[in-house]
């Protein structure tokens, strides 16, 4: 998987970075077909935002989540791409 990480109006440091990478790892152990996923931190006054856009053999898939915290909108998008994901595996399954 490939993992693209951009920054708007903040500055991507290495645990930034490291810590995104992770939490992609979990995305990973539940669908293997993801092909790339581009991710953008940004700050909007005192809102931290982080969005994401995963490409998946099958589909796409968009979350996005603020919070005061970076690390904690990191987890709030996480968790949010970790339901759709596992909501289009079960859709690309055969219930015959």
Do not use: P
């Not at 995305?27 to 077909?33: A, G, Q, T, V, W």
């Not at 968009?62 to 904690?72: G, I, L, P, Q, V």
Request: aromatic content about 6%.
């Amino acid at each position: 998987m490939q993992i693209n990480i951009t920054g708007h109006h903040v500055e991507l440091t290495d645990a930034l970075n490291d810590y995104v990478r992770n939490k992609f790892d979990r995305l990973e152990r539940h669908f293997d077909n993801i092909t790339n996923a581009q991710v953008t931190l940004s700050v909007e006054k005192q809102r931290q935002k982080s969005e994401a856009n995963i490409h998946l053999a099958g589909g796409e898939v968009f979350a996005a989540n603020e919070h005061d915290d970076m690390y904690a909108a990191i987890d709030g998008m996480v968790d949010k791409l970790d339901r759709q994901i596992i909501k289009h595996k079960e859709k690309m399954k055969s219930h015959k």
